[in-house]
């Protein structure tokens, strides 16, 4: 032993068998212990090593000292209603919610009692959960948010939504085995959610994010804008996506706008850096020991290093919308001319490259894609400019592609000019649906 304070633990009991009596009393002793000395014992813990971690029991602290505990009385166990783990909780209209890992339940305080004697956990939803430990994010006891592999749920004390329904394909895409590092955080000052995932990129969605095989922790960052939306309930209720009376499915501008970053991050938190000021943080997840907030999107770098940003449209038009418009055309279109109102300024290094435009015709894969030639010079930095130009293609449908690396841009309005294919509507087919093979 040392005169300072240190841990020691070693084996008790090398078998499972024993059958150990109630009133069976520990005693410690010190031996060979020198003339004058003394040993000092701090804390004296015994603990199962067979199942060391009981994930479903839970330790409260008492009320206005979140630093104590009364071991006998301070406890409460979730194990009642099922065996996932309890990754968290969040108080909300007097009740005390516990997210696990795939459902959802609550305790209520039962006057008079200890923890120990509330009332029993009930079940709010079989669903609904967290993954991890910091995959749910609470806002001033109102709503919540959590996520796990059945979804990003909404929750306001009745039932838990799911508000990604837009994206199914890219949350399938999260590596869920390894999801248990994922957090979530919700900025509402300014209206956007992070989730931070570990995914397999580069994947459909991210041709351009660095290689990674989805297993050392998160490296994407989904990123959600409800800029445009005022409640919790607009949230929930705000699909970008929904289907008509007829049967057809429609979009909204306004709603919930997602996208993906290139950001590895394994924790995400709100700080305040002052009486007045509280700023998101993100930790890297580079072993870089930074810390970084969000800069002014002006700059077109992360921590002075270049990077690309990318946005492709929506394809344009699809055969509902085609329907609507009979000068338009069912089958194959001509595409002539394109012009859009942007901001932005090109990377102010010497070899600047800049910003790019690119049409697809069908697909994102399209073998023949058209290039705007030179890109988009002269990007003005303080006023929107007008860009337009000539286009020559036939397609079904088009995309348009716009990427910047180490600049920036603001795409306010895009709009291309199009009609029903004059002499090949139908492929294979010349000189109009009359006309001759």
Known sequence: MASNMLTYQGTLLTSSTLNIPADLLLRVWAKNLAVNGDIEIDRIEIFPTLAPVNLTSLTISYKDDWES???NTGGNDTSTVNAEPANGGFVMDGLLYIVKESSLGYLADTPNQEPANWNPFKEVSKIAGACGINAYDSIAEKWAIMANENG????TGGSPTQIQLEIPNIWA????????????????KNHRIFISCPMVTPNQWCPNFPVNDGTHGNNVTIYLNYEG?????????GSAIHVTIVGKIAVHDM?????LWSVPTPYIAICKRNELLSQMLICNGTSSSKIYQLGSYTAGNDDGVSFQSTYCTYPMVDATKAATLPLFGLFNKDYIYWTCLITGEDSDADDAVPS?????????GAPYPFTVPGGLPDLNPNAPADIEGN???????????LSATGGW???SRFTIIGKASAWSPLRGIGGGINGGY
Not at 255 to 259: H, V
Not at 357 to 363: A, D, E, G, I, L
């Open 69 to 71: 505990f009364d071991l």
């Open 152 to 155: 990003l749920y909404g929750f």
């Open 173 to 188: 895409a999260i590596n869920w085995p390894y999801a248990q590092t994922l957090c979530v955080r919700n900025d509402a």
């Open 229 to 237: 939306i005022g409640t919790i309930e607009e949230l929930i209720g």
């Open 255 to 259: 709603k919930r706008k997602w996208s």
């Open 356 to 364: 790019s435009m690119v049409f697809y015709q069908n697909t994102l």
């Open 391 to 401: 286009l020559d293609e036939s397609c079904q449908r088009i995309f348009m592609e």
């Open 409 to 411: 841009w603001n795409l």
